[in-house]
Every structure is written in C-alpha cells, then in structure tokens.
C-alpha cells in the first residue's frame, strides 16, 4: 500500500495565497501469481485560494516592473474546488504469448468559486481598467478506460509484437453563466481594495463528449539491426454543446489515426531513429477574456514528423539529437472576440539532450531545443494577427545537475537552470519580451524512520529574483515571474 497525505498553505505565482489539502492511496492485489491489481484513490480541495490577477496589455508598451512580493488582487476575489479520482489499474497473462492490460478511470471536479482579476488596456504607467469576473459553480465529470491484448512471438533473432485495444471516455461538463462587473481605472502591481459586489449569474452551458477508439498495431524487432513499428486507429467522437435546458447542437468526427517509427542501429553507440504521427489532441479551454470563455474546445487532427539519432558518448552518458515538425490547428479570438480555429500553426525545430553520469555521483540533463513556430491562414494574410505566435520563445535551455554526497548517505544537493529567448508579447507581434533566466537550488535527504522510507527536501527558486514577463498565447495575458520563493517538503511512503 502507498499512502499519503499533504495540507498546506501556498502563495503560488508570487501572490496567490490559499490552502490546499490532498490525500492519496493505492493498493497492490496479487490474488493469483499471473494477475495484479493496483485500486487507488486521490482527493484534492482547494480552500480559498486568492485569484491573481492577469493583465492584458492596450498596445505595443509593457508596464513598469513592480513588487511582487505584496498581493495587489482582491482578498475576497479567491477560488475553490473540490476533485477526486479514482479506478483500478489491471494486467495478467492470457495464454503463454498474450498479456492483458487494462484500466478504468473515473474523475469529477467541482469548481465551488471561480473569480477572474482582469486589469485591462494596460498602459506603459500601468494604469488600466479593473474588471472581474466571477463564475457560478461549475462541475465536469469523466469515465474512461483503457484496455489492450498483447502478444509476444520470437523466432531467433527477431521479435514480433502484436497490440489490440481500445479506449473510450465519457464526458460531463455544465459550466460558463459567469458575470463581469467593472471597479473602474486602477494601477497593476498597487493594491486598491474595492467592495466585494454583488453578481448576477447566467445560465450555464451544458458539453457531453463521447468517444471511443478501437486500434491495432505491430512492432518488430531484429537484434542489433533495428525495429520497425507500425499502428492504426479509427476513433469515433461525439459531442453535444448548448445551453442547459435547450436543444444542444452535435458534431461528429471519424478520423483514421495512424503512426510509423522506425530505427536502425548502426553501431552499438549509435542509433538513427524517424517517427510519423496522425493523431488528435484536446486544445483545452477557451480563455476567460473571450466571448465563449470556458468553452471547451473539439477535438483536432494533428500531425508529426520526426527525425534524428541517439549516441552513446560515454558509458552512463547519452546523447539525443534531432529535427521535427507539428502541424495543427491555431485558435485565437476572432473579430467577435470568440475564441475559435482561425488559421494553421506549424512548429518546426530542433531538439538536442545529454543525460546520464559523466562522472560517479554526478547526474546531468541538458536540454536545447530550438524552434521555428509559424501561423498562416486568413487572419494571417488580413493582417489580424501576426505570423509568430506569441508566447512562444525561438529558443529554450535546461541544465539540471544533481550531486550525491558519498559521505552522508541518502543527502544530495541538485541545481536548475533555465533560460528561454525573447519573444512575442502580442498577436500583432509589435512588442517582445526580452529573454528570461532563472536559477533553483535544492537538496535531499532520503532516510527511514522503523523501516518506513522518507524524504525531506528543501528548495530555493528564483534565486537571483529576476523579474520577467510570462505570455500566455491563448489569450495575451502576460504576468510577471515568481519572485525568489522556498519550499520544504517532508514525505513517506507506508
């Protein structure tokens, strides 16, 4: 059994103050040798968590850096919720060559309090217009499962996998009906208490999503030469949106899904790899400043290609290096504010990881990825939007190294480091945030109290207190960093 339980009080963002408490368990069955179960449970509330606010800028001008340590929002402007999810996780053998793996899922959130801090027209004094909204109770609920036959055949040196499967969700959503009142001019970053007013609700929008995705696939491996793998799905989507209580409009869609790989081994250091990918992917919501704020988004076909290798420079130390390219669907707030598919986006890029031990006790990760992110489509070519999305750096840099000490057993000491490119704050792409870095320190110490494994960790963030912007490219809501903060956090496991 692994249990755990976490109550504290958090200022996420540098402002949002409130307390969450989580409880977790999940049990491990073997009522027979070839059958495992694994039932958990999590429950998590969110206790009067403050809503930080989120600003939106008049033009091509960022306002004055501030501080961040004091909360500028609304104390009575906060969040609650409550989420639980649970279901069991199942795997046995078949026959001699076949295994089963299956799972079900059931999750359900219900959002208590919702409030949303808008400064709006933002100016480069930083004056703006305060707005906020507040949501009624919201509630989304989903089951789903998963379930797949694999079986395993070898001939010398070859390998042959086989995989059949499904999967499928049911989806419940009642949510939107919020409601925006306006406190007038006001300053970001200065904190202007207002009266708490009094909001009146609209009706709520109702989304029922069904879908189901049967699916087969092949993969085979010849020793020290390479594999080859192959996969091919039909899913079947279903929604129905409208409002609670009226007559809801559906839409369908039956893609073909498929996916190839392949890799060749060119020597025992050396591997050459190459992927193609036609899937689909969920976009989320859409944002709170749109017309249809909330809104779950359908369901779109995106597609990948990737190509590169893998070096072994050194026993413990591997290298990753390669090229790809994404294509989907872009969404933006059209001429109506409606938040909608209104162009093509294609990220194209490179890709460059070592990971591994260069030296005893010693663990890097090391990451760059360099990116090329591109929009076309009318809006585009009418000059509504720019050709660069925004909040997307052209470049990005992680280095992680972790030390354990050999002289106290079960204590490490770990840095991170990170810095990203400067990029586009706005859809017209007329003004740029410069490039941002951050540095975090932190230790462990792994240990056991009557045979049960704990851990302590404490972490510094933001150690140099920079102040930088983050863009949210969904919506052009820009807020500052996370001033220097730490966190110290004991766990077990019983």
């Known amino acids: ?48 968590a403050e809503a930080s606010p989120s600003i939106y800028l008049a033009g091509a001008a960022l306002p004055p850096e501030f501080d961040r340590e004091p909360f500028y929002g609304q104390k009575w402007a906060t969040r609650r919720s409550d989420e639980q999810n649970y279901g069991v996780i199942a795997r046995g053998n078949l026959a001699k060559n076949w295994r089963l793996r ?138 129905e949106f409208g409002k609670l209580g009226a007559v809801p409009a559906t839409s369908k869609s039956h893609p073909w899904l498929y996916n190839a790989t392949a890799a060749v081994i060119a020597s025992s250091d050396l591997t050459f790899y190459a992927s193609y990918t036609r899937g689909i992917e969920e976009f989320g919501t859409a944002p709170d400043n749109a017309t249809n704020g909330g809104e779950p988004l359908p369901v779109k076909v995106t597609k990948q290609i990737d190509g590169g290798l893998r070096y072994r420079v050194m026993p413990g130390l591997s290298l990753l290096a390669g090229v790809f390219e994404v294509s989907k669907p872009f969404f933006d707030r059209n001429l109506a504010n409606f938040y909608t598919t209104v162009g093509n986006l294609r990220h194209r890029g490179v ?22 992110a591109r929009v076309s489509g009318l809006s585009v070519d009418q000059g509504l939007i720019g050709p660069v999305p925004p909040g997307t750096p052209p470049s990005l840099y992680r280095l992680s190294v972790q030390y354990d000490i050999p002289r106290v057993q079960g204590l490490s ?70 001033a220097r903060r730490y966190m110290v956090r004991l766990s077990t496991d019983f």
């Open 1 to 48: 059994m692994v249990a755990g339980f976490n109550n504290m009080t958090v200022r996420g963002d540098g402002h949002t103050g409130g307390r969450i408490m989580t409880e977790a368990v999940s049990f491990r069955l073997r009522p027979v040798e070839d059958l495992e179960i694994i039932p958990f449970f999590y429950d998590n509330h969110v206790f009067n």
């Open 102 to 239: 299956g799972g079900f899922f059931h999750t359900q959130q219900t959002r208590l309090k919702n409030d949303v801090v808008f400064f709006r027209n933002v100016r480069a004094d930083g004056s703006a217009n305060l707005d906020i909204l507040r949501y009624p109770r919201h509630f989304s609920e989903s089951y789903s499962g998963e379930v797949r036959a694999s079986g395993v055949f070898t001939d010398g040196s070859y390998r042959h996998t086989i995989h059949f499967g499904a999967r499928g969700r049911d989806v419940l959503r009642r949510f939107g009906g919020g409601n925006t009142v306006s406190f007038g001019a006001a300053t970001v970053g200065v904190e202007q208490p207002r009266v708490e007013p009094v909001f009146n609700f609209g009706v709520l929008d109702l989304d029922k999503v069904k879908q189901y995705t049967p699916g087969a696939s092949y993969v085979g491996q010849w020793a020290g030469v390479g594999e080859f793998s192959v996969g091919v799905q039909k899913s079947f989507y279903h929604r």
């Open 351 to 372: 890709e460059i990881s070592l990971t591994g031990k260069p030296v005893s006790d010693v663990t890097i990760v090391a990451g760059a990825v360099l990116l090329q």
């Open 413 to 482: 000491v770990d840095t991170q480091f990170e810095s990203n490119g400067s990029h586009f704050a706005n859809r017209l792409n007329t003004l740029r945030v410069s490039s941002a870095r951050t540095l975090a320190l932190g230790a462990r110490y792994a240990f056991k109290v009557s045979g049960i494994g704990a851990s302590l960790r404490a972490q510094a963030f933001n150690v140099t207190n920079a102040f930088d912007w983050a863009v949210d490219n969904a919506s052009g809501r820009i807020t500052a960093s996370q």
